[in-house]
């Protein structure tokens, strides 16, 4: 069975530092891009980039380009996504996906992690 | 990045009628279009891609049609338990998402 099994909630002040993870099973982990999906509270999706667990190559939407990193550990398969300087403006939950559904016909995602920024 | 409109942003329908979602891209996605259901506290579920080809397990009540930049979704025979919000996703181009749509039984 194909899992995104995602880390839990953080709760964080402004300007502090995290980083969550995406750990995927059932299935061969370099096969497929990792994509993050930010969704604030009552709010749409939105995607936020992706990356090739295979080799590390990432896209980033424009709209989060510079302000997370997303990488990958493909030997632990998980996929991460940070930020080094958190914002109140980034308290929303954060699935990880697998968005081949192209291909494949099928869409897989995490259980999504909440993140709080607060002071 | 391409951008996804959806409308209406809100829709109200009774148990049994019928509902059509639209999607618009600002430029042609050819068929790479999918449609996702969201329950509150659920992540999206996958009911349609390839813009018309239901996902495994997803009833014959849910269709999806359009090619280029024109979509749509429709729900025949409503039920209380399509009360949800419905996105549609490209991914011709990287991804983006529409804002949604919520769909209300009543």
């Known amino acids: 069975e194909v899992q995104l099994v995602q880390s839990g909630a953080e709760v964080k002040q402004p300007g502090e530092s995290l980083r969550i993870s995406c750990k995927g099973s059932g299935y061969t982990f370099t096969y497929y891009w990792i994509n993050w999906v930010r969704q604030v509270p009552g709010k749409g999706l939105q995607w936020m980039g992706r990356i090739d667990p295979l080799d590390s190559d990432v ?3 424009p709209s989060f380009q ?16 940070q930020w080094s300087g958190l914002e109140a403006s980034d308290s929303a939950i954060y699935y990880c996906a697998r968005l081949e559904v192209g291909t494949t016909g ?9 993140v709080t920024v607060s002071s | ?17 019928r509902a059509t979602l639209s999607c ?18 659920q992540p999206p579920r996958l009911l349609i891609y390839g813009a018309s080809t239901r996902a495994a397990g997803i009833p014959a009540r849910f269709s999806g049609s ?20 419905y996105y549609c996703q490209q991914y011709n181009n990287w991804h ?7 769909l209300e039984i009543k």
């Open chain 1, 66 to 81: 510079g302000h997370v990193t997303i990488s990958v550990d493909k030997s632990i398969s998980t996929a991460y996504l």
């Open chain 1, 59 to 61: 896209n980033y939407s």
């Open chain 2, 66 to 85: 359009g090619s280029g930049t024109d979509f749509s979704l429709t729900i025949t025979s409503l039920q209380s338990e399509d009360s949800a919000i």
């Open chain 2, 1 to 17: 990045e391409i951008v996804m409109t959806q409308s209406p942003t809100t829709l109200s329908v009774s148990p049994g009628e």
């Open chain 2, 96 to 102: 983006s998402f529409g804002q949604g749509t919520k």
């Open chain 1, 106 to 114: 099928v869409g897989y995602w995490g259980q999504g992690t909440l």
């Open chain 2, 24 to 41: 618009r891209a600002r430029q042609s996605i050819n068929s790479n279009l999918a449609w996702y259901q969201q329950r509150p506290g």
